[in-house]
Nanobody, 124 residues
């Protein structure tokens, strides 16, 4: 089992940057594929980015490609989401999630553990 705690959210202006962090408990962090999801008011929770167990493979939703970067540090049990060139439509609660399976990386039902979320607000 793993517990996830997100941090780094806040209020930023259009075009600004934020770095989200996710701290994971437990000694088996490296067996989990990790992902970031987000949920805007009145909308479904959507996939944003995922990183493989080793950190060697990543995938992103089209709307954040070239602006967001996901990474992990297995020695520190941490996952990060660097967000640049933020837009008002990026405003949402961002969630860190962990999955044991390697397939269906964009499908939130494949993720076993979730953090409580951190609010990101981008003002225009």
């Amino acid at each position: 089992q793993v517990q996830l705690v997100e941090s780094g959210g806040g209020l930023v202006q259009d075009g600004g940057s934020l770095r989200l962090s996710c701290a994971a408990s437990g000694r088996t962090f490296s067996v989990y594929r990790m992902g970031w999801f987000r949920q805007a008011p009145g909308k479904e929770r959507e996939f944003v980015a995922t990183v493989s167990r080793s950190g060697g493979m990543t995938s992103y939703i089209d709307s954040v490609k070239g602006r967001f970067t996901i990474s992990r540090d297995n020695a520190k049990n941490m996952v990060y989401l660097q967000m640049n060139s933020l837009k008002p439509e990026d405003t949402a609660v961002y969630y860190c999630a962990a999955a044991l399976v390697s397939y269906g990386s964009h499908d939130r039902s494949r993720y076993d553990y979730w953090g409580q979320g951190t609010q990101v607000t981008v003002s225009s």
